[in-house]
């Protein structure tokens, strides 16, 4: 058996998300579809996170396990040909028996992205969020000062995401190596999270509660206090999914 790892963009905004499901659309179940097309065998693809309906990803990378003959780039080329335009396979490569896209991944790189302009351009609806009103970033950029390093981010996981009371390694424990909040232009801004990992709605949670600091709806030491909390409650809301993009994983 080979294993072939994949690096695929997708722009999530008409999935329901990564995750294959019995009644919806998801990238893993169009890839899955095609490779079975390419290989004549069904194919189970195993990627490096679970994206949410409406999430995008430059560089989502996957593996699977295959009998086929078929050339790496051949890979590449069947599969462009029959996903649709909104899939792309970037590239294909073999890879060590033991690689495994999410088990094998040391970390990964998320982006957030804002208009804060007061009119946003209907081409920009999809792929930013409009806030139009963020008139504290310092404390924006104070409380990403908290969230570097080693925490307990329970407080911003969904809700029921995790049976709590089941052993596991890490529980909501999570390493932020980076945490960053820059304006890329007049009217826009940008969130960039690096992790060695992200508990589900993680990123969005987060960035819906700095929201509310970037707004003067919570103080820093608010923000300090949530994240100590390590309850769900004590957070703001989920930021939508479309300002989402999973921008790289690292091995």
């Keep these: 058996m080979r294993n072939i790892r994949l ?37 189970s693809l195993y990627g ?18 295959t009998e086929a003959a078929l050339s790496c780039p051949t890979f590449t080329r069947g599969l462009n040909g029959l996903l649709p335009r909104s899939i792309r396979i970037l590239d294909s490569c073999e890879e060590r028996h033991d690689f495994h896209a999410r088990f094998s991944a040391k970390a990964k790189t998320y982006s ?4 804060a302009g007061p009119i946003q351009l209907p ?11 963020i008139s504290h970033p310092e404390r924006i950029e104070l409380c990403l000062a908290r969230i570097r ?4 981010f329970a407080s911003f996981e969904a809700s029921g995401s995790r049976d709590l009371k089941a052993a596991s390694r890490r529980g909501s424990v999570r ?9 890329t232009s007049a009217e826009e801004y940008q969130f960039q ?8 709605h993680m990123v969005r949670n987060l960035v819906g509660t700095l929201l ?40």
């Design 112 to 115: 957030y992205s804002l208009f």
């Design 7 to 43: 690096t695929i963009a997708y722009d999530g905004t008409d999935y329901s998300g990564w995750q294959r499901q019995k009644n919806g659309i998801t990238i893993q179940g169009e890839i899955e579809r095609c490779l079975q097309i390419i290989s004549n065998n069904p194919i």
């Design 193 to 200: 999270f690096t992790a060695d990992g992200f508990l589900r």
């Design 175 to 183: 390493t932020m190596l980076q945490a960053t909040f820059t304006k």
């Design 149 to 152: 390093g080693a925490h307990d």
């Design 48 to 65: 490096a996170g679970r994206t949410d309906a409406g999430v995008h990803a430059k560089a989502m990378v996957a593996n699977f396990h």
């Design 123 to 133: 081409i920009q609806r999809l792929y930013s969020v409009h806030t139009p009103d």
């Design 212 to 251: 509310e600091a970037g707004k003067g709806r919570r103080t820093v030491l608010e923000f300090e206090e949530t994240l100590q909390a390590r309850d769900r409650s004590t957070a703001g809301p989920t930021a939508p999914a479309h300002g989402l993009v999973l921008e790289k994983v690292f091995y």
